[in-house]
């Protein structure tokens, strides 16, 4: 089931691009979360889309918050893909899709290219009480989330 904006978010530990377990618990202390999940790293969009977070950080950042991308590539892959694009951000690995389901953002299958069980390429951002305070999913996997609609989310949420 998808979290409804103005609700608590279910919390959870994956482990990161590192392999050292993260919560968004934890992640939160520090300010609002961008939980950024995405198909599979290397994928031409998601790659694009990872890079526009990394290049668009600056206003996420002046407002503290912090962008978190999670999706079903194992830690080994997501840090290959980290130093390939000198993401600074986590990458977390949902390589089981628990988180996945827990937000109801799962793929069951990809049609296109037959995969099954990725991300939905989606945007949630939560606040430092875990509260989801914007929430942005697609079916469409080419589709990249509004960014500068985002931005103003969470300067709302910090001004």
Not at 136 to 145: Q, R, S
Request: one cysteine or more; hydrophobic letters at 45%; charged letters at 20%.
């Amino acid at each position: 089931m998808v979290p409804r904006i103005g609700q608590k978010v279910p919390d959870f530990s994956l482990p990161d691009m590192d392999n050292r377990t993260r919560s968004l618990g934890e992640l939160a202390q520090r300010g609002p979360v961008v939980l950024a999940f995405f198909p599979f790293a290397f994928s031409g969009v998601c790659d694009k889309e990872m890079c526009t977070f990394r290049d668009g950080f600056t206003p996420l950042q002046q407002a503290n918050a912090q962008v978190v991308g999670i999706s079903v590539d194992s830690a080994f892959a997501l840090k290959a893909f980290a130093q390939t694009y000198n993401l600074q951000f986590p990458l977390l690995s949902d390589f089981n899709k628990k988180v996945i389901r827990l937000y109801g953002v799962l793929h069951v299958q990809w049609v296109a290219l037959g995969y099954r069980g990725v991300a939905k390429r989606s945007i949630f951002l939560v606040d430092r009480k875990g509260v989801l305070r914007y929430r942005w999913i697609t079916d469409v996997p080419t589709e990249e989330p509004p960014y500068q609609e985002l931005v103003k989310a969470v300067q709302k949420l910090t001004g």
